[in-house]
């Protein structure tokens, strides 16, 4: 059987009928792909968004979502790990429903690109010395907040233990 015959009888007439049609009518090649969660999931935010309650209640559930989230990132900031990932993460559920959240969120990513494709197309010597920099911010984040949060010096007890052994 030829293979355009074969779509046209497994796509049924509407989209909201089998998820594995977009909104063309056409077949998704593979409905594991994240299109078709993406398709189940905006189907089911509009189906929320009908419902007056259902409207009110979403914006405030992505609201103290999101704000949790954001939250629980910018007190990550100052510790190794993923700090501004988080913010980012908190910054995408807000933008679910927040028209503000998703210009931001594009403005981000679209500054994260550009900063990637530069130092990508930087010599080997300025990666290393971008890196190098990179990680004695990193070292400095953590010896401040072990120090802040424990009260220890690292520097002060590593420069000890040296003199001592």
Do not use: C
């Not at 909104?23 to 419902?51: K, S």
């Not at 949790?68 to 679910?96: D, K």
């Amino acid at each position: 059987m030829p293979e355009d015959e074969r779509v046209r009888r497994e796509v049924s007439p509407t989209p909201a009928a089998n998820s594995d049609v977009d909104e063309g009518g056409a077949l998704r090649t593979d409905p594991g792909v994240p299109e078709g969660r993406r398709y189940r999931f905006r189907t089911t935010l509009e189906i929320i968004r009908a419902n007056p309650t259902g409207r009110i209640a979403l914006k405030v559930f992505v609201a103290v979502a999101g704000a949790i989230v954001v939250t629980l990132g910018l007190a990550l900031i100052p510790l190794p790990g993923p700090g501004w990932l988080i913010v980012i993460g908190g910054l995408g559920i807000w933008a679910v429903e927040f028209h503000w959240a998703k210009r931001l969120l594009n403005f981000t990513r679209r500054h994260v690109q550009s900063w990637a494709r530069w130092v990508r197309d930087q010599s080997l010597f300025v990666r290393i010395v971008l890196g190098s920099v990179g990680l004695v911010f990193v070292a400095a984040v953590v010896w401040l907040s072990v120090r802040a949060s424990l009260g220890i010096d690292l520097i002060a007890q590593a420069m000890h233990y040296l003199a001592t052994h």
